[in-house]
């Protein structure tokens, strides 16, 4: 199996085929496949061409349904319906987000960690939003040319923001033209377990630091804390594995104690409301997998939280 550097270090960087940046793929790969499911709860238009101009061998197999193996083997078709439906459903609860806050008149909104999320195209937003994309330069700089490659023009104003979040990214996002004043809307989708513990608390004190009156914040925790994450890494990478993926980003996720972001984000003047994940599959239409086959989600919850 293919390994990428498992050992994270403060200054490690990466591109859309390596270490974090393949999670991202990854993640596209999932919303490619749920997006063409029968019944779909997303549409990503832009997932499977973007797979493809990274390259990756297995996720542009798959993306192009040249995985046999999925289809002839009972326990892998299920395993990828598990992963489809699960990044399908985290992906609709952001969706709903944005344009929530949307529909409240936010018009500034950030996505941090942006990777392949292409909702700076794909969404219906209101004229005059500002959407910022911040991720790593690599990142950005491939991102920016495969989508004019394709042709994609965004659906609001979009500005991508290249810096790592282990930087000073206010400063940055501040620089292309971000108010800290007016109301935002964030998200921090699938990012906080590739940070460290005390990234994970600067991250959310440099958002409420940017944050107007009226801003929204969306992400997810895991409450269970007595499961390490890099044995939840472990059994997400396996998963794939099953499938026959052979790249190994299972030394991607860190451990250690972190605070808990329902309570880190209250003692900030947050007001926080939280649903669990097993709710947003009932009320998306899709069964919850109650068995051992997902059990690191099991007690996922996600979070929206308001700045008065």
């Given at each position: 199996m293919t390994s990428f550097d498992s050992q994270r270090?403060?200054?490690?960087?990466?591109?859309?085929?390596?270490?974090?940046?393949?999670?991202?793929?990854?993640?596209?790969?999932?919303?490619?496949?749920?997006?063409?499911?029968?019944?779909?709860?997303?549409?990503?238009?832009?997932?499977?061409?973007?797979?493809?101009?990274?390259?990756?061998?297995?996720?542009?197999?798959?993306?192009?349904?040249?995985?046999?193996?999925?289809?002839?083997?009972?326990?892998?078709?299920?395993?990828?319906?598990l992963m489809a439906d699960s990044i399908a459903v985290r992906t609709r609860f952001f969706d709903e987000f944005f344009l929530d806050a949307a529909r409240a008149g936010v018009r500034q909104s950030v996505i941090l960690a942006a990777g392949l999320d292409a909702r700076g195209y794909r969404l219906p937003w209101p004229r005059g939003t500002v959407v910022y994309e911040v991720d790593q330069p690599k990142v950005i700089e491939f991102k920016n040319s495969a989508m004019s490659a394709l042709g994609a023009t965004p659906s609001a104003h979009r500005k991508a923001v290249s810096i790592d979040l282990r930087d000073d990214w206010p400063a940055a996002l501040r620089r292309s033209g971000f108010e800290p004043t007016r109301a935002t809307a964030w998200s921090a989708e699938g990012l906080l377990m590739y940070l460290p513990p005390d990234a994970q608390d600067r991250l959310f004190d440099n958002i409420t630091a940017l944050s107007g009156p009226g801003s929204r914040l969306a992400t997810e925790f895991h409450p269970d804390s007595d499961v390490p994450m890099s044995q939840r890494a472990r059994a997400f990478n396996e998963r794939w594995a099953n499938l026959g993926c052979d790249i190994d980003l299972s030394g991607l996720f860190y451990d250690g104690e972190r605070s808990n972001v329902i309570d880190y984000l209250t003692g900030k003047g947050w007001q926080v409301s939280t649903r669990p994940r097993r709710e947003l599959y009932t009320g998306y239409g899709r069964v919850f997998p109650d068995g051992d086959e997902l059990a690191q989600l099991r007690n996922i919850v996600t979070i929206t939280a308001i700045r008065d």
């Open positions: 270090s403060s200054g490690d960087t990466w591109d859309l085929a390596s270490s974090v940046g393949a999670t991202a793929t990854m993640v596209a790969a999932a919303r490619a496949v749920a997006s063409e499911q029968h019944n779909p709860i997303i549409e990503d238009e832009f997932a499977a061409p973007l797979v493809r101009a990274v390259g990756l061998d297995f996720f542009t197999r798959l993306v192009n349904g040249q995985v046999p193996e999925v289809t002839t083997d009972e326990s892998r078709a299920r395993d990828l319906q």
